[in-house]
């Protein structure tokens, strides 16, 4: 690979570019700094909403070197130069409650995020400490009421990481082509338009900046970055990530997100090599 031809950066932030504190580690810093003076666009894709990543950015430090925000999972595009946003393939109300039906007798609880709300089904000291970590006020309603009227991003559920099997298995007798659903961590699966991943996220990412596809590098850990890293010329995966992301990536490291990961692949690869 040769580092001339990488003109945008983009990583996931959950078990990529964070560590398990949900910090940036120094060499990430010093990393995307580096791109920058390159002339490299950098910034994020991420499962969270636009209205979380911007204020924890700024908190990090590195708002400085961030061009942009991929956000739920590649159905928002947002500009930092420019503060302007683009919203991709909502789900409708209707949609929304029949999943909320279908799944409501399980021990889950139905979260949707809107801006820096998380709005749920079932709220605890312990569900809002998880929130506030993720940038997020939670508030527990209704849902059946809340989602009247209401088109939304995605669905959340959340539930213990031994309780995934029973989601799984209930999720494959769910049938609605106006959705997808897929496991995000070992504790959510989700919802959203079939469009929405992604990979789908990159492709308005690349034509939004003018550039190739096959230009782009692209970090992540999660099944919900295979699209991602199947798509772009350079997908990496990081050392702990997922099966399904390490066999989508052209490169997997030999190091964890703990260990900087993507700040020491980001120098070896396109900052210190010779062009």
């Not at 560590?19 to 910034?43: C, H, Q, W």
């Not at 849902?143 to 031994?162: A, T």
Request: charged letters at 30%; aromatic letters at 10%; hydrophobic letters at 40%.
């Amino acid at each position: 690979m040769k580092n001339e031809t990488i003109t945008l950066v983009a990583t996931d932030l959950d078990g990529t570019f964070l560590d398990s504190k949900k910090k940036v580690p120094a060499i990430n810093r010093e990393a995307i700094s580096g791109l920058k003076d390159r002339g490299i666009l950098f910034g994020i894709a991420s499962g969270r909403p636009i209205e979380t990543v911007r204020p924890m950015i700024h908190d990090w430090g590195i708002e400085q070197d961030v061009s942009f925000i991929v956000g739920m999972n590649g159905g928002v595009l947002y500009d930092l130069r420019r503060r302007d946003k683009e919203e991709y393939h909502l789900i409708s109300s209707n949609v929304v409650l029949k999943i909320i039906r279908f799944f409501e007798d399980l021990d889950v609880e139905f979260h949707v995020v809107m801006g820096p709300t998380r709005y749920t089904s079932k709220s605890n000291e312990k569900t809002r400490a998880d929130a506030k970590m993720f940038g997020e006020t939670e508030i527990e309603v209704n849902m059946h009421e809340f989602m009247q009227n209401r088109d939304i991003n995605k669905l959340m559920m959340h539930f213990e990481p031994d309780y995934m099997p029973v989601v799984l298995e209930r999720a494959s007798h769910f049938y609605d082509d106006r959705v997808v659903g897929f496991a995000t961590s070992d504790t959510l699966f989700e919802y959203v338009d079939p469009h929405i991943n992604k990979g789908f996220g990159m492709k308005k990412l690349a034509k939004h900046y003018g550039v190739p596809l096959e230009t782009i590098m692209a970090f992540g850990d999660a099944p919900n970055d295979q699209e991602m890293l199947g798509l772009v010329g350079c997908g990496v995966c990081m050392a702990n990530g997922s099966k399904e992301s390490k066999m989508n990536a052209r490169y997997v490291t030999t190091l964890t997100n703990d260990e900087g990961a993507v700040g020491h692949f980001i120098k070896e690869y396109l900052l210190e090599k010779e062009k």
